[in-house]
């Protein structure tokens, strides 16, 4: 497989309706990967209507005008397919790998929904699924140590009025307070052919794609008034950290520092995913072998670094780690910001820089092994940059990456001074 770049075919078409259609045929298994995203998450979200990005990633799969409540994954299961959707600040995302043969059938599936799911939604569905968030809410956000981290840093790496400041769960007041006419229109609003990008990978060719697109999705009609989303990608610097401790029923201190950055696709969000490679992944990077590893303050098994690929802010970097028996949240800080503040002053090593691109380059080709993976990626490079293609400069950009430039990031963007500091103390020790 080459090292870098997009090995396999795109083809892509713009049915009259605005519907983009991305195809990849891909002969190698009797398989094809669906995949449908939609350009709205949270970030879109209007005040008053946190949380109606997520919730209509579950109301999509409770029926439309031709397809009973259910019935959708029953019918993609039944056909030996696999199916699910996500939500995150910048988009809706549903999809489904399915045998070659069932192609139509999902494609059909997809379109009934997007042009259909408003005529069939009642009141009880909607408050049915309300109640199903609010329990998704308690159990990933609430009932789990350390569980509202990301709910605690977007409000603190975001301020006020900003698309990102709040998550994609959104606000149960919120939910609770729109009424079934506010969710149709919000779904009337976002869900249109001329807010959406089609991606077929597989055992496909785009010309059938492109006839069966048209068969099932032209008949829809374009939403000509779609609101722009607020523009995230300046967030003023204060000059001073922004610090919340919380005490919790947690089982050890666990800190997280974090950092806006750049925007995904921009070069420097290249220079980030390398840097928070070399800082924080795996037993070889930086925060291992200083905190768990040497200095021994860290749990082996919580520590590392990350990015959150947010395309239209600058998106955060996050450093974490958890304490050792007997070490204080104190000292736990202290270490994980003398690593953050070493990557502009100790140079990268060529063996860390060597070691952080060949994960990269294994994580990336994983993505790329699978036709669901494949599709995905090109409907984000449709989606968020107008160019499907755009998914081979991923890889090269990595590969690019130099010492000198994380140096130069860690010293332009990492500093003190602009820095968020999240601590959670267990309640015993309050």
Request: one cysteine or more; glycine letters at 8%; proline letters at 7%.
């Amino acid at each position: 497989m080459p090292d870098s770049g997009y090995p396999w075919p795109i083809e892509t078409t713009r049915l009259d309706n605005g519907l983009r259609v991305v195809v990849s045929e891909d002969r190698t298994a009797p398989a094809v990967a669906v995949n449908l995203w939609y350009d709205v998450g949270s970030r879109h979200e209007p005040a008053g209507q946190t949380g109606f990005a997520h919730l209509f990633e579950h109301l999509m799969f409770e029926g439309s005008v031709n397809v009973a409540k259910t019935e959708h994954m029953k019918l993609i299961q039944g056909a030996g397919g696999s199916l699910n959707a996500t939500t995150n600040p910048d988009r809706t995302n549903y999809f489904e790998t399915v045998p070659a043969e069932h192609l139509e059938l999902a494609l059909w599936l997809e379109a009934d929904r997007m042009g259909g799911l408003v005529p069939a939604l009642t009141q009880e569905t909607l408050d049915n699924q309300r109640d199903v968030v609010k329990n998704e809410r308690r159990q990933r956000y609430e009932n789990v140590p350390y569980g509202d981290a990301w709910l605690r840093l977007l409000p603190l790496l975001y301020p006020p009025g900003h698309p990102y400041h709040h998550a994609t769960i959104g606000s149960m007041a919120d939910l609770n307070a729109a009424d079934l006419a506010t969710f149709q229109a919000f779904h009337s609003t976002y869900y249109a052919p001329n807010n959406a990008v089609l991606t077929v990978v597989g055992d496909a060719d785009a010309a059938e794609v492109f006839a069966l697109a048209d068969k099932y999705f032209g008949g829809l009609a374009a939403r000509p008034d779609i609101p722009a989303a607020p523009d995230g990608r300046t967030v003023p610097a204060t000059g001073t950290p922004a610090v919340e401790t919380v005490t919790a029923d947690v089982p050890a201190p666990r800190v997280y520092v974090a950092h806006r950055t750049h925007p995904f696709g921009d070069p420097g969000y290249d220079v980030t995913t390398v840097l928070a490679t070399v800082l924080g992944s795996g037993r070889g990077s930086r925060l291992y072998q200083r905190l768990a590893d040497g200095e021994r303050i860290a749990q082996p098994d919580l520590v590392g670094a990350y990015g959150v690929d947010l395309a239209h802010a600058p998106a955060p970097l996050i450093a974490t780690a958890t304490a050792r028996p007997g070490v204080t949240a104190e000292r736990l800080c202290d270490g994980l910001a003398e690593v953050v503040d070493e990557l502009a002053t100790v140079p990268v090593t060529a063996a860390e820089l060597d070691r952080a691109k060949a994960l990269l380059s294994t994580m990336w080709w994983r993505q790329m092994s699978t036709v669901d993976g494949r599709a995905d990626t090109l409907g984000r490079y449709a989606t968020q940059f107008g160019d499907p293609a755009r998914a081979a400069d991923r890889l090269p950009g990595w590969l690019a990456v130099t010492a000198e430039q994380i140096a130069e990031q860690a010293a332009a963007l990492l500093g003190a001074d602009d820095r968020v500091i999240l601590t959670y103390l267990p309640e015993e020790t309050s």
